[in-house]
Every structure is written in structure tokens, then in C-alpha cells.
């Protein structure tokens, strides 16, 4: 303990760095489970169980990075400001993720079911696309490559249109109810989801004043 | 983040080592503005600096000029150096010193007290601050009100102080000096400073004593401000590693850490501001900051020990020492006991309380116990 004090080792910004790669990464497992749930598991015991532990351990890594941040700025003062700021909104956007994620397992434990459903193809490509947005951002994030930051952000915004496209048109058909209301929902998720790693992706080259403004119309954004 | 973000928070300054290496070289100068400041007074001669503290023999007198001039330069280090350098120099006995010594030990409180009050407009967050930060000043107040007459009675701190100081300097006794590596570089750099820019551009030789004690106590308060500055960025990972261990462990390791932590970065405000903002959001107690908080008080010290390893005369090491074994005793005297370990804590939060329904109280309550009850006491007394 005290020993630390003598010992050479990561700050606490590079800590946060850290731990919000850990989040998305949980945040990707919760996913893997809630979709898994809604593609023909169904709701159960276990996957319940593992959706409740992860999140909770994403809960607690949001508290752990606002308590490390603060401990940051009351150490360094101004020096890392923005950075300070910077993270303490992106962590917001990643505990977000695993939330959103969390909320498609609930569809499965309301009812809905895509293991029949014509489109299932489709609705799997959504989902891998998804996925693997969330693996491209931790990879991203974790080295801090803005280059490629700005092509996840422009593939994303592709995602978001293509969402809001697919929950228009669900909310419009003519079929069972639950089928729609879960499709719509299914697709809602999907793009909180995007919009909220597109967040996490502009941090890493927009100024802090400009964070939070990707899932807007494209109109509205600065 | 952006490249500027990252650019401006990481990037920015120097690195490491050459940090390091300015470090060293402003401690340097630091002694040397020590020195400058005995060499100055010395130069003018025992018949002008005889006179120049007679009023304050009162001890009382002492501490409040103690408390002010550190309210002043908001730093117990340069107060403690420059003592150091004035008993050093023959103007100051040890006997007045070390009520000033003890003064400045609670007019350092002020820095944090009024960094507490930037949480004036946020209730519950103000009522944890300012808790925090005046648990210190009652810390503070109730060592020397009982460490100060005990000492004028008995002389035990600085007698104590002096028996150390003499086994470090070889059995010298008050008034004698000691050779140390520092002291011998340190003569050397007044010397430089002297001949080259004081002689040459100052008509007389007591223009130059003068010349030297306004360089001398400019050199202490810079170097020291920018000592503090560049260590804390030099060891801002190490204080937030510590730190964090620190959190709701026992009190020793707290006190350990704060002193670790206050010798690095040469100032208590520093530590103990930093405390502050971690206690008013909650994630540190008002009571785990208590012991880090009473660590500062040892580890700053370290600056007047330095001053007077330096300055290499007897006395300036008794008095430096002194500052050390006030502080080491009133953690002694205070913190073990249970019934009155928490003493300072108890009062600090009763008055956060009042504080928080009537908040002028504690503008107040720092403008009074900070500024005008010290200046009525040296005015009067």
C-alpha cells in the first residue's frame, strides 16, 4: 500500500483507459447473451443470471472510473482536463451499451422469438454487424487510433440511417403485433447501441463541447 | 480524445528526467536563497538587527506573525525556510522562533479552508469540505494550545530539538555551526550570487546586505512555488497510487502516505487541497482524510530541515528540528488516545453543520481566525 507510493506504474487515466475497454468488452458479452436469448434460446435461468452478474460488473467499473477520475483531477488540477471530461461522458455511453443489450435479453423474456422468422438471415446480419462494431471499437479505443475512429464513426452512421429505416417500416407493417413491436424495439436497440460506440469513437478526436451529438440527424450534428 | 486534448495534457511540459533535473536545481537555489537571506543579515550588523524583533518576545505575538505571514505567502515552507534562515542569521532566538514555527503551522490550514469554500453553493458537498479542510486548523489549534505553554514553561521541544541537532552536527551547541556536503555548495552559490549581481550593481555594503535578503527571500518563495509545481506533476501517478491504497485503510498508513506525499511535493496545502475535492464528492470520508491530513503535518517539514542543513548553523537546525518534534508530538498527543483522537473531526463537522445553514459564517469564520483575530493579536500583544 504505502509502497505504491515508490513504485513506477499506470496513472489513473491509463486505468480508466482500461477499464472502459473492459466495459465495451462486457458490454459485447451481454449482447452475445441477449441475442442469443431472443435467436432461439429463449429466455433462461442462466442466461438471466450472466446478463445480471455482467452488468453489474459494468455498473461498478462506471463507479470505479468516476471515483479514479476524480481522483485524477483533484491530483493534477486543470492538466487533464479535458481529457477528465472527455471520459466521464464516454463512460456514460459505454455503461449504455451493456443497459441496451440488457433490454434485448428482456424481449426474449417477454416473448419474442426470431428462431422462425422469414427474414431470420437478415436479422442475423444486423446483429453480426453490431457485434462486431463493439469488437472494432474496444480495438480502436484501446489504441487510441483516431484515424480509424473517424471510419468506424462513418460505417456506424450507415448503420443508424439503415435502422431507422427498418423500425419505420416495422412500426408501418400489418403483421402480429408482437412481432412488430419486437422487431421495432430489436432495431431500436440496435441503433442506441451504435449511436452510443459512435460517442465513445468521437471522443477520440472531437472537442468535449461537440461529444453527444452522433445520434442526431445528421442535419443537427455540429 | 481529440489530438489537442491529447496533446495538451499529455505532451505538454517536460520530460521526466529533465523535470527532475530542474527540480534539483531549483532545491539548489532554494538553499541558496537560505543562505542569501543569513548572509544578508548578518550584513547588517547586530546593532540594526537586534531591534528588529524585539516585539515579538511575546510568544503569543510570535505565533500570530507565524499565522499571518503564512496567510500571506500561503505557504508554511517558505514561513519555516525563511525562519530557519532568520535564526540561522542571528536575528531570531530559538526560544521566539518556535511560537512562529507553531503560527505557521496553522496559517498553512488556510489554503484548504478557502478551497472548501469554492463548494459554497452545493450543500451537502460544502458541508463535507469545509469539515475536511477545518478539521485541520482545530487539529492545529489544539497542539499549540497545549504544546505552546508547555514549551514556554519547560522548554522540552526545543530543548529536545537542540540535543538532536547537536548529535547530527557533532556535538556543536546553540550559536555554533556544522559542515555538511550541502552547506559547502550552498556557500558557494550565495557567494556567486553576491559577487556577480549584487556587488557590482549596489553602492554599499549595507545596500548589498539588504540587496541579499530581498533576494534571498524572493529566491525561497519562487523556487519553493515551482519546487511544488513541478514535483506534483513529477509524482502526480505516485500521490494518486498512494492515495487510492490509502482509502479507508488504518490511520497509521493514512499518516504515512500524507507525509510520503507532502515531502514529495514540498507543501501540506498541496496534500491536503487535494484532499478536499475527493472528501466534498464523497469517495474519501472526512475521517480517512484526517490521518493523511496529519501525515502533511510531518512531511512538511522536511523544507525547514533542508533550509537548515543548508544554512549549516546549529540554531537553524534547532529550530527546524523543533518543527518536526511539535508536529511528530501533537499526532502523539491527540491521535492514539481514542477519547481524543477524533476531537478535531467532531468540532470541524459541528461547525460544517452551522457553516452549511448559515454560510457567511464561513467567510467569516476564515476572514476572523485567519486575518483579523492574528493581526488584533500582533498589534495589541
Redesign the interface.
Known amino acids: 500500500?504505502?509502497l505504491?507510493?515508490?513504485?513506477?506504474?499506470?496513472?489513473?487515466i491509463e486505468e480508466v483507459e482500461t477499464r472502459l475497454v473492459t466495459m465495451l468488452r462486457d458490454g459485447r458479452r451481454v449482447f452475445d447473451t441477449s441475442v442469443a436469448a431472443v435467436f432461439g434460446g429463449g429466455k433462461s435461468r442462466e442466461a438471466k443470471s450472466t446478463v445480471k452478474s455482467i452488468d453489474r460488473e459494468i455498473n461498478e467499473n462506471q463507479r470505479e472510473v468516476r471515483?479514479?477520475l476524480?481522483?485524477?483531477?483533484?491530483?493534477?488540477?486543470t492538466?487533464?482536463?479535458?481529457?477528465i471530461l472527455?471520459y466521464m461522458s464516454v463512460v456514460k455511453d459505454v455503461e449504455r451499451v451493456g443497459d441496451y443489450a440488457k433490454n434485448i435479453y428482456d424481449l426474449a423474456k417477454y416473448g419474442v422469438d426470431f428462431t422462425t422468422a422469414a427474414d431470420r438471415d437478415e436479422l442475423e446480419a444486423y446483429r453480426d454487424a453490431v457485434a462486431k462494431l463493439l469488437d472494432e471499437a474496444a480495438e480502436v479505443f484501446a489504441e487510441?487510433n483516431?484515424e480509424r475512429a473517424h471510419e468506424l464513426v462513418t460505417k456506424a452512421d450507415r448503420f443508424l440511417s439503415e435502422y431507422n429505416r427498418r423500425v419505420k417500416e416495422t412500426t408501418m407493417s400489418e403483421g402480429p403485433v408482437l412481432d412488430a413491436v419486437g422487431r421495432a424495439l430489436y432495431f431500436r436497440y440496435l441503433k442506441r447501441i451504435t449511436a452510443h460506440v459512435m460517442n465513445l469513437m468521437t471522443?477520440?478526436?472531437?472537442?468535449?463541447d461537440q461529444l453527444d451529438h452522433y445520434d442526431e440527424d445528421p442535419d443537427d450534428r455540429l | 480524445m481529440s489530438r489537442a486534448q491529447t496533446a495538451g495534457s499529455r505532451m505538454a511540459g517536460l520530460p521526466a528526467p529533465l523535470r527532475a533535473l530542474v527540480v534539483v536545481t531549483l532545491l539548489y537555489l532554494f538553499l541558496g536563497g537560505v543562505k542569501l537571506l543569513e548572509t544578508g543579515i548578518k550584513g547588517l550588523g547586530s546593532d540594526f538587527t537586534d531591534g528588529l524583533f524585539e516585539g515579538v518576545t511575546n510568544p503569543l505575538a510570535g505565533l500570530f506573525v507565524g499565522v499571518l505571514a503564512t496567510v500571506l505567502v500561503q505557504s508554511s515552507s517558505v514561513t519555516t525556510a525563511t525562519i530557519v534562515g532568520l535564526v540561522a542569521g542571528d536575528v531570531l532566538s530559538v526560544s521566539t522562533a518556535v511560537p512562529m514555527i507553531m503560527g505557521a503551522n496553522i496559517g498553512t490550514t488556510v489554503t484548504n479552508t478557502i478551497v472548501s469554500l469554492t463548494h459554497l453553493r452545493r450543500g451537502e458537498e460544502f458541508r463535507r469540505a469545509f469539515a475536511a479542510a477545518t478539521m485541520h486548523d482545530f487539529f492545529n489549534v489544539i497542539a499549540v494550545a497545549v504544546l505552546l505553554p508547555i514549551e514556554i514553561v519547560t522548554g522540552v521541544l526545543s530543548g529536545t530539538a537542540q540535543s538532536v541537532a547537536s548529535f547530527i552536527a557533532g556535538g556543536q551547541e546553540l550559536g555554533g555551526s556544522f559542515n555538511s556536503p550541502i552547506k559547502g555548495a550552498v556557500a558557494w552559490l550565495a557567494d556567486q550570487i553576491e559577487a556577480i549581481v549584487l556587488v557590482p550593481l549596489l553602492p554599499n555594503d549595507r545596500a548589498i546586505a539588504v540587496g541579499a535578503i530581498i533576494l534571498g527571500i524572493s529566491l525561497i518563495f519562487v523556487t519553493l512555488a515551482y519546487i511544488t509545481k513541478n514535483m506534483r506533476i513529477l509524482v502526480a501517478d505516485r500521490i494518486e497510487r498512494s492515495l487510492n491504497a490509502a482509502l479507508g485503510r488504518s490511520g497509521l498508513i493514512g499518516m504515512v502516505v500524507g507525509t510520503l506525499v507532502t515531502i514529495s511535493v514540498q507543501s501540506s496545502s498541496i496534500t491536503t487541497s487535494i484532499l478536499i475535492p475527493l472528501v466534498a464528492s464523497g469517495i474519501l470520508l472526512v475521517r480517512n482524510a484526517y490521518p493523511v491530513t496529519l501525515g502533511a503535518n510531518i512531511g512538511t517539514t522536511i523544507t525547514a530541515l533542508l533550509a537548515a542543513l543548508g544554512a549549516g548553523a546549529i540554531d537553524g537546525l534547532t529550530i527546524a528540528v523543533t518543527h518536526t518534534l511539535f508536529n511528530i508530538a501533537g499526532i502523539l498527543l491527540i491521535y492514539p488516545w481514542p477519547a481524543t483522537r477524533f476531537i478535531p473531526v467532531a468540532v470541524a463537522e459541528r461547525l460544517a453543520d452551522v457553516a452549511l445553514e448559515r454560510r457567511q459564517l464561513a467567510i467569516g469564520y476564515v476572514a476572523v481566525a485567519f486575518i483579523v483575530l492574528p493581526l488584533v493579536g500582533v498589534i495589541l500583544l
Request: hydrophobic fraction near 50%; aromatic fraction near 8%; charged fraction near 15%.
Open positions: 500500500m504505502v505504491d507510493f515508490f513504485r513506477s506504474g499506470t496513472s489513473q471515483r479514479a476524480m481522483m485524477s483531477a483533484s491530483v493534477r488540477g492538466a487533464d482536463l479535458p481529457l472527455a487510441r483516431t471522443s477520440l478526436f472531437l472537442p468535449v
